[in-house]
């Protein structure tokens, strides 16, 4: 069996000059920078609370830090490990790992809050001090999240994996800058079999020190004989698949024995949508004593205002596009209610009552909505649900924008990105939709605790609207 070719030995022994040591150095190395991530988080944390207790009482001492510290810790370090904020995909990206940990940081206190108050687990409560410990500690973990990103991209050729590609002819075309370097079998003469103990050196040598190797061969028989001999030997192989890049697979998994693959899912995983919804039911449940004697007045009042009922239930399209009745205070007069949307409300329009006006421009007219929130129809923050009769130049909506339905992957929101850019009121033009969707696309594709936080906020400033009518 003739020996590996020289340009293909000084390729692998200049990437690889420590074989199995330098790709075991790596591992270590990644997971090293992970483990001082968390201690380092830990420390911010922990550093803010003693500050804050220092600031207000003159003590710097860990036993008198502020208590909420001591429930916001451990609950911080589970979010941030469940959520993936210590991978090094994420801490890799700056902004993302920023983000990633000042979400964690905003869910933890919140949970933090919600059982030190609802359970009375915590004496001589300041909010004072809690915020000053929060906000020394979102600002630290801001400037350690920014450092380790910027050690991770100078310790790059440490922390990026190292890629052989082996494969026929077609492994020139494939070579880019992940790939670390690439061996042709063909100018080796290597053959995949399992007789020859000197080309099964030969081969190991080669691969030695990759973190991922992947075949690249056209004939299908071919690519299954080295994929077997690599797995036989003990070696996580890959195969370069360039005829499913248009479908984009993200998974393998089975039906019985045949191999299937994933090629689409929902924009967010479990403990994400997990996540959100313990967002959504906290704020609820926080808000519930100040909400609903609000509710119950309003609705007295619509009552006195014009005969009907308080409530106005509306289909419209949700979460995967199916139905389900959103609630809403009724604006209009009884008679001429709109049930399907097919007119859009105008600027001083008959049909709404007087009581109405109000309701609609201030934006008190979506409140119920909670309850649609609360029931898991809708969240806090997400693409807000039309009406099914609703169109924009004389078109459906879903007829004006072919991408119209994926805006339906998420659950619909009492506000979302597009209300806080201004894009309310009729969609009188073609763009009016256009824009809405776009942002809601956007919002999908970006979702973050944080970003819903951010919406949340910033919808308190877009409440009163020129084009709420």
């Given amino acids: 069996m003739t020996q590996v070719s020289a340009e293909s030995t000084r390729l692998w022994r200049n990437a690889f000059p420590l074989g199995n040591e330098r790709a075991t150095s790596r591992r270590l190395f990644r997971l090293l920078f992970r ?47 469940s959520f993936d904020a210590y991978h090094l995909s994420t801490l890799r990206i700056a902004s993302a790992s920023v983000q990633s940990a000042l979400s964690c940081l905003a869910a933890a206190t919140g949970l933090s809050l919600l059982a030190a108050l609802a359970f009375k687990v915590i004496s001589n409560f300041s909010w004072e001090e809690t915020l000053l410990f929060l906000s020394l500690a ?99 192989t890959e195969l370069l698949e360039p005829g499913l890049a248009d479908l ?10 045949t191999p299937t693959l994933v090629v689409s899912t929902e924009p967010l995983t479990l403990r994400k949508r997990a996540l959100k919804r313990a967002f959504d039911l906290t704020f609820v449940l926080l808000a519930a004593p100040v909400i609903v004697p609000l509710v119950a007045v309003l609705a007295i009042l619509i009552r006195l205002d014009s ?43 008959p049909r709404v009552t007087r009581l109405g006006h109000f309701l609609r421009h201030t934006s008190l007219d979506e409140l119920p909505q909670l309850w649609n929130v609360f029931k898991g129809e809708m969240s806090l923050v997400g693409p807000r649900p039309h009406a099914l009769g609703a169109s924009a130049g004389g078109a459906l909506y879903w007829e004006v ?12 929101g009492l506000t979302g990105l597009a209300q806080i850019r201004g894009y309310r009121g009729p969609t009188e033009k073609r763009s009016d939709i256009e824009s809405r969707v776009a942002a809601d696309l956007e919002y999908i594709r970006t979702w973050s605790l944080w970003l819903d936080m951010r919406i949340l906020f910033r919808t308190f400033h877009v409440l009163v609207h020129s084009n709420a009518f």
């Fill in 35 to 81: 483990s001082l991530s968390m201690l380092g988080d830990l420390g911010v944390i922990l550093a803010a609370a003693v500050t804050a207790e220092f600031y207000y009482f003159g003590m710097a001492s860990v036993d008198e830090s502020p208590k909420i510290a001591y429930v916001v810790i451990p609950t911080y370090l589970i979010a941030a490990w």
């Fill in 138 to 236: 979102a600002v630290g973990l801001t400037a350690l999240r920014w450092t380790v990103a910027a050690g991770l991209l100078r310790k790059s050729d440490q922390t990026e994996a190292r890629v052989v590609l082996l494969g026929d002819e077609s492994v020139r075309s494939n070579r880019d800058r992940k790939v670390a370097a690439t061996i042709n079998v063909r100018a080796c003469d290597w053959r995949p079999v399992e007789t020859d103990p000197n080309f099964l050196n030969d081969l190991s040598v080669a691969v030695a020190g990759a973190d991922r190797i992947v075949l690249s061969f056209q004939a299908v028989k071919e690519r299954q004989e080295w994929a077997r001999l690599l797995g036989q030997i003990g070696l996580e």
């Fill in 248 to 257: 984009k697979p993200l998974a393998l998994r089975y039906l019985d024995s």
């Fill in 307 to 349: 005969p009907g009922p308080a409530f106005f239930l509306q289909k419209r399209i949700g979460t995967n596009n199916r139905y389900f009745n959103c609630i809403k205070f009724r604006t209009m007069r009884v008679d001429v209610t709109d049930a399907a949307g097919c007119r859009l409300t105008e600027r001083n329009d």
């Fill in 401 to 412: 924008v072919p991408a119209y339905w994926q805006r339906h992957s998420m659950k619909p």
